[in-house]
């Protein structure tokens, strides 16, 4: 089963595929898609912290880049194709208004034409095979994917992964299985189911080439008996690389928002939530 760990901004970022590694193989991840990176003329994404050559990534890593200018996306690609990545990923489900107003994100389904010219550059760049665009079955409505699918189709991706909600759902709410599979009889690219999915993952959706996996496998990393030691390993990591605790200590606390329902961590969160340095969340993850 094909299994794809979700880009999650401010959580699945450098720092946690590297505490997080070996939980990360063990999953059987063949990939991971990076939180978006800008992809704006100008920018040079190998001075982004999410593709520094420091440390091994567990799994092979997609870089995945947000934008509407294909000069920008282009130069972006070369740039990371020298540095010897063979995949990158668009992405078109970014669903927060200030992205999607100015046509990013997800705001790049109501805007075809610039669509196609973006992953005309990607497939141009990557080569065939290599390049996926990660949607939302629309903006406001989940019939939208239908006519923007053909647009797609005269490209020959890796696989275009849907995640199963509107733009305006944003991550909540219920999942659309009956336009997701409208969607998957409607394109000639293969398809990767996202949305709630579990974890451990179960079969593939029918019709699917496989799953994106986010929330659920972080979720799971709080239900493991070494997660003091992981989240001490992940505090170090983060400090190094944040260059100090503050900055450490939010990524801790938006890790653990994830924990809040869990047995042990509903009791521990109350404290963890109000911790005011590293050392302080720390002690209190072994509480109780
Ligand atoms: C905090 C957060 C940050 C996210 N950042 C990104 C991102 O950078 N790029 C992207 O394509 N999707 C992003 N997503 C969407 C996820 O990749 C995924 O599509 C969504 O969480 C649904 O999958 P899940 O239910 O398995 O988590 C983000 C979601 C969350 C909750």
Redesign the pocket.
């Not at 979700?6 to 959580?11: K, N």
């Given at each position: 089963m094909t299994a794809i760990l979700?880009?999650?901004?401010?959580?699945t970022v450098k720092s946690f595929r590297a505490a997080f590694a070996r939980e990360i193989k063990a999953a059987r991840f063949c990939e991971s898609?990076?939180?978006?990176i800008t992809a704006v003329q100008g920018y040079d994404p190998l001075k982004d912290r999410e593709l520094s050559s420091e440390g091994e990534e567990p799994v092979p890593v997609v870089p995945?880049f947000?934008g509407k200018d294909p000069a920008a996306l282009e130069h972006c690609l070369e740039r990371i194709k020298d540095a010897g990545y063979d995949r990158a990923?668009l992405?078109c489900?970014?669903p927060f208004p200030m992205v999607r107003k100015k046509f990013r994100g997800s705001g790049i389904m109501k805007t075809p034409d610039i669509l196609a010219k973006m992953t005309e550059t990607g497939v141009k760049i990557m080569g065939k095979g290599r390049f996926s665009v990660?949607m939302r079955l629309g903006v406001d409505s989940p019939g939208e994917i239908l006519s923007v699918l053909p647009v797609l189709n005269r490209f020959p991706l890796k696989w275009i992964?849907v995640?199963a909600r509107t733009a305006k759902q944003m991550?909540s709410g219920e999942c659309d299985m009956a336009a997701f599979d409208a969607a998957v009889a409607a394109s000639s690219n293969k398809i990767i189911y996202?949305?709630?999915?579990p974890f451990p993952p179960e079969t593939a959706r029918s019709g699917t080439a496989g799953t994106?996996?986010?929330?659920?496998?972080v979720i799971h990393l709080g239900t493991l008996e070494n997660i003091r030691d992981l989240l001490e390993r992940y505090a170090e990591i983060s400090i190094r690389e944040l260059c100090g605790d503050r900055p450490a200590l939010g990524r801790l606390k938006e890790l653990a928002a994830y924990w809040k329902e869990l047995p042990g961590w509903k009791r521990r969160w109350p404290v963890l939530k109000i911790s005011r340095t590293v050392g302080e969340f720390l002690s209190a993850a072994s509480l109780f």
């Open positions: 979700a880009p999650l901004r401010g959580v898609v990076t939180p978006f995945q947000i990923d992405n489900g970014c990660k992964t995640h991550y996202n949305g709630d999915a994106m996996i986010g929330r659920s496998f």
